[in-house]
């Protein structure tokens, strides 16, 4: 079997897709239609359609941290008050995109007015090609207001309410009421005199129309480390967008412009301020530093430092001095005490104390130069001289003198040493005071110096913000101003033709698939491939309801049904009793499946081949035969409800065939069901089959009625007719349950009413592989895993 399987022209896969292709290229008709109306509606679309521009401008934004013009605020940058006035470019993109800039925009321009000249179709925006201009002084516009203007004679015009529809006449330049707002209506210098006016007015709120604009306005950074910023916008108006791109960079240097003007001033009236009482502040310490010295007796603490320390060490030196000249003269006087009057005294240790001649030096030098020359009269005029005795008596008076003159210094030296203490002790006192009033002096040198520097700090920002105020230059620098270009962005003619173009192919596509998705109807071989019922072949669609197949038949119904016929010779090659008629039942599902169709030109294809063949007509419930062969009103149910006449006299001879006969279904008795199953009925078989070759019986439907089961056992072979987009596939269960339960002896299944396809398949009678038929469009490319057809089955059952 896997043998036959790889055998088969194209696999299963292959078979699905081209079952897949062609199910839609049968259609092609649809996507024709669907491609020529999506065609010819972009056609209409790209006519009336209104073009979209872009328009596009490039400034380069003042910011400091991205590598722009330094910013002229940059002298002020150490106040901290000044701080927040530096700009980067994601809060001005912001500020650009803002409601607030936009909407000076759009008062600017009075883009809030529309003018429009209205055709069939399509609109025009006037905008500056308006014949006229509405002037209004209110912004209490709360919903839109439309109108439509036509001029009439004497300079007036009727404006006419488009949603209220009432009219009224107004004189051109004159103010008018219009639903509670003050209008007027003036001419532009466009108007023509000899034209009617014809607009369409429609007035939209400020802040609705600023807000559309915005969405639209895109403001974006144009490199990662510039601060260079592209401005565009899409508008049916290449004019309205670039001066609405203009207005709006105009507009944000005015705000940057005005914003800074008003820091300026709040500088300079700051600056101004801050002067006065600053320089108020400095008076007051300047004033205090005066009245510190004055107070303190200084004129320079540290001048008077180094005064005071060099008089602390002359003090401390000549203290010093004097108290050795105390201990020299207390050391001399002990000496000239205790040296008798002849010896002699010290002298030069004095020299440099007084050089009175009753000072002690000199005495001392009396003195000594008396002693001297008592010395040398003492060795020639010994002690008893006179002269030795009166020389005595003056060295006994100098040294008294001596001593005398000596506690007189000492005393002068003590009062020395005295004055001198105290006036080192003042001294000190003034030095250790030093540090304090140098600290406090510090003190208020130090606020004299801050307000003095702060003081001259503000006179030069005072300067420079008074230059920054005359000559403050825009945030944005434009680079390139608004441009539009000159071919629209939308609608795109090659995208929107290629768009349809596609549209076209997939709309039919996804109707198709979506009908053949919700579709539950058998349509074609590949619904019933799943059943293990044989399947017998294919009827295509007859050009004629109730055509019966003749000898000069040609149509692909005639050579359908031959096929069925030999197929069915397959059949009747398993039943052992040759000599008796061989009998075919044909059934279905549900009425109205063709399975009389098919049983009356069944019975014409075999009795064309020379067969005597009866057709019995055993639908006696609903009997259809009449519809394709004049029969007798007499027949079955006359026969089998009748116990005298043979059945012989109810069969009728078929004209045109030479063996075809017919056995009418007869009127429709009250009790169907037991007449059938009646004894009468197997007699009446068993008589027709040693009279005919072959018996074709049309019975009822199985899913409706027990009648065609009652007498399933008379016959030889069962032929299950299923209508191609008639029958419901849910409902295949039914053969399905009747063929596995064997209710239904030898049977198959004929798939009828199938649609031809064309460019697909070999056409009847010329089959693929075993030879048999499929029925159109399926003779080739079956897999043969699973027993499909009759044959499949009879040689399995055979082994």
């Known amino acids: ?67 722009g013009v330094v910013s002229e605020l940059a002298g002020l940058s150490e106040l901290d008050m000044m701080g927040k006035v530096k700009n980067n470019v994601d809060n001005e993109i912001e500020i650009l995109k803002s409601r607030t800039i936009v909407e000076y925009a759009v008062r600017d321009l009075g883009l809030n007015v529309v003018y429009r000249s209205e055709g069939r179709v399509k609109h025009t925006d006037l905008y500056k090609n308006s014949p006229i201009k509405v002037i209004f002084n209110t912004d209490d516009i709360n919903s839109s207001l439309r109108f439509k203007l036509n001029s009439v004679k004497n300079n007036k015009f009727t404006l006419t309410d488009e949603i209220n529809n009432t009219s009224n006449v107004f004189e051109f330049g004159h103010v008018f009421k219009y639903r509670g707002i003050d209008l007027t209506i003036v001419k532009q210098q466009q108007a023509s005199t000899d034209n009617d006016i014809d607009v369409a007015i429609t007035i939209y709120p400020i802040l609705s129309v600023a807000e559309s604009y915005r969405k639209r306005l895109k403001v974006e950074v144009v490199g990662d480390n510039t601060s260079v910023v592209r401005l565009s916008i899409v508008d049916p108006v290449k004019i309205k967008a670039e001066e609405f791109l203009n207005s709006v960079i105009q507009n944000y240097n005015d705000d940057a412009i005005n914003d800074k003007n008003k820091v300026y001033k709040r500088t300079s009236e700051f600056i101004k301020d801050r002067l006065s009482r600053i320089a108020e502040e400095l008076g007051d310490v300047e004033k205090k530093g005066e009245n510190y010295k004055k107070d303190n007796a200084i004129t320079d603490i540290t001048s008077e430092a180094d005064i005071f320390l060099t008089n602390a060490s002359d003090f401390k030196k000549a203290l010093t001095e004097i108290e050795t000249q105390l201990k020299v003269v207390a050391s001399l006087k002990e000496a000239v005490v205790i040296t008798p009057n002849t010896d002699l005294i010290p002298a030069n240790i004095l020299t440099t104390f007084s050089d009175d001649a009753n000072s002690a030096p000199t005495l001392i030098t009396e003195y000594n130069a008396l002693a001297l020359k008592r010395e040398d009269l003492f060795s020639g005029a010994g002690p008893k001289s006179t002269i030795i005795r009166n020389i005595d008596s003056q060295l006994a008076a100098l040294k008294a003198n001596i001593i005398s003159s000596l506690d007189r210094l000492k005393s002068t030296l003590q009062i020395k040493r005295n004055d001198l203490s105290k006036q080192q002790v003042a001294l000190r006192g003034d030095i250790s005071q030093i540090p304090r009033q140098e600290r406090e002096f510090k003190s208020i040198i130090r606020q004299q110096t801050i307000k003095e520097s702060l003081y001259l700090y503000l006179l030069q920002k005072r300067e420079e913000t008074a230059i920054s105020l005359t000559t403050t230059e825009p945030n944005a620098k434009i680079i390139d101003p608004a441009l539009t270009s000159d071919f629209p962005i939308s609608p795109n003619s090659k995208i929107i033709y290629l768009s349809s173009f596609i549209l076209g192919i997939f709309l039919p596509f996804g109707i198709i698939y979506l009908r053949d998705l919700l579709d539950t109807k058998i349509h074609g071989h590949a619904d019933i491939q799943k059943l ?21 038949s040609r149509s692909s119904t005639a050579e359908s049904l031959r096929i069925i016929r030999t197929n069915l010779e397959f059949v009747f090659g398993n039943i052992q009793n040759d000599l008796r008629a061989k009998t075919v039942f044909v059934t279905s599902t549900i009425p109205k499946e063709g399975k009389t169709f098919i049983s009356v030109n069944l019975a014409s294809t075999i009795a064309l081949g020379g067969k005597k063949v009866l057709l019995i007509g055993l639908d006696i419930r609903n009997p ?69 070759d072959y018996i074709v019986v049309d019975t009822a439907p199985v899913s409706l009625v027990t009648d065609t089961i009652a ?36 049977m198959a299944i004929i798939l009828n009413d199938t649609h031809q396809k064309s460019g697909y398949g070999y056409g009847y009678g010329y089959g693929y592989g075993y030879g048999y038929g499929y029925g159109y469009g399926y003779g080739y490319g079956v897999e043969r895993s699973k027993p499909r057809t009759f044959l499949d089955k009879l040689l399995r059952r055979n082994k």
């Open 532 to 552: 293990s019922v044989p399947f017998l072949g294919s009827v295509p669609r007859s050009e004629v309801n109730n055509q019966i197949v003749t000898l000069n």
């Open 1 to 67: 079997m896997q043998q036959e399987k790889n055998s088969t022209p194209g696999g299963g896969t292959d078979l699905i897709v081209k079952d897949i292709l062609f199910h839609y290229l049968y259609k092609w008709p649809w996507f024709l239609l669907g491609i020529t109306i999506c065609l010819v509606s972009a056609y209409f679309y790209l006519r009336y359609a209104i073009p979209q521009y872009n328009s596009s401008a490039i400034i380069l934004v003042r910011d400091d941290k991205k590598g």
């Open 624 to 692: 259809k035969l009449d519809e394709y062969l004049t029969v007798s009103s007499r027949g079955v149910t006359n026969y089998l409800s009748n116990n005298t006449e043979p059945v012989s006299s109810f069969i009728n001879k078929v004209d045109g065939f030479e063996s075809l006969y017919i056995l009418p279904p007869g009127i429709i008795p009250p009790n169907p069901a037991e007449m059938l199953m009646g004894q009468k009925v197997k007699e009446m078989f068993d008589e027709l089959k040693q009279e005919f």
């Open 711 to 746: 007498i399933a056992q008379y016959a030889d072979a069962f032929v299950y007719v299923v209508r191609d987009g008639h029958l419901d596939k849910r409902m295949l269960e039914i053969p399905e349950s009747l063929y596995k339960e064997n209710k239904l002896p030898n």
